[in-house]
């Protein structure tokens, strides 16, 4: 389990102190892929970095499976970084290096036999699906090849945790989609607890069970990803996960706007029609969106009655009815 407790971190610049992060608290779980989701200049890369104390925080403490890691020496501190993986958007991959060399690269540092070295490097060229690529070098590999090699690298040395930072911001989707199934097999095979810093939302509904939403270096909002997505509470969650009802045309005082949930098995009911004919009211879609998250179908449906008491109690009794989660907008 990694805990993070009042974690901030500040940057002395030229122009006056830079707060990163304020206050950062945090619960990753073993086995959860940890979804941290946030703009560009939000705080996120800085914290996956304090994870692994390449930024030392300014304040707070950081536990990794019970033992606050800010006090460890530098030895302490080698070993655990060798428990934590690392993979970034550009790859980071030695060029003069093969396929092969670049995976063996940390376990040369740790000083394993060279035995062990080649035995590994199979096993994790396999895993990644590049037992083709053995000696091939950097500028011969697509960019989704270069990933699955930085994965196969952050592997090496069998860490329980593996960080993410942006990994797949510099790939075309189906690119991505694949790359996001290879870290969804290695959290469920091989017990890897993966967390996922990136600005994308979809790459959070792809892979992740939770989610924290960072804003202006602060956590803003933080739960189960079917949750948060369902009803986002902060405006910047808003934006990242419903970006369209930005584009909603402005609200007219006529009418009464509701903002409908559906979760699981309620989106294959015919909800929208027995709403108009049981009621016996006019609706007027403005929006609708389905999405799959853990295999669970979720759905967002933006709908507008008369605005008046009658109508809109009628609505609210049937929606209460059959189990429809809902938010009134007026």
Known sequence: MIELKHVSKSFPTKSGTVVALNDINLCIEDGDIYGIIGLSGAGKSTLVR?????????????YIDGENILEFDAKRL????RNIGMIFQSFNLLEQRTVAANIAFPLEIAKYSKEEREKRVKELLKLVGLVDKE?????????????????????????????????????D???TSS???????INQELGVTIIVITHEMRVIESICNKVAVIDHSQIVESGLVSQVFA??????AREL???????????????????????????????????????????????????????????????????????VSKI??????VKVTYVKEV
């Open 50 to 62: 304090c994870i692994n104390l390449l930024e030392k925080p300014s304040a707070g403490e950081i």
């Open 78 to 81: 080698s070993a655990l970084r």
């Open 135 to 171: 000696k091939a070098y950097p500028s011969q590999l697509s960019g989704g090849q270069k990933q699955r090699v930085a994965i196969a690298r952050a592997l090496a040395t069998r860490p329980k945790y593996l960080l993410c930072d942006e990994a797949t911001s510099s790939l």
């Open 173 to 175: 989707p189906n690119t």
């Open 179 to 185: 790359i996001l199934n290879l870290l969804k097999s």
């Open 231 to 236: 009803d986002p509470k902060s405006q910047i």
């Open 241 to 311: 996960i419903l970006p369209d009802l930005l584009k909603l045309p402005a609200k007219d005082t006529t009418q009464v706007r509701f903002r409908l949930i559906f979760k699981g098995e309620v989106i294959n009911q015919p909800i929208i029609s027995d709403l108009a004919i049981k009621c016996q009211v006019p609706i007027n879609i403005l929006y609708a969106d389905a999405k799959s998250i853990e295999n669970k179908t979720y759905g967002q449906m933006v709908i507008t009655i008369p605005n008046e008491e009658e109508v």
């Open 316 to 321: 609210t009794a049937y929606l209460d009815q």
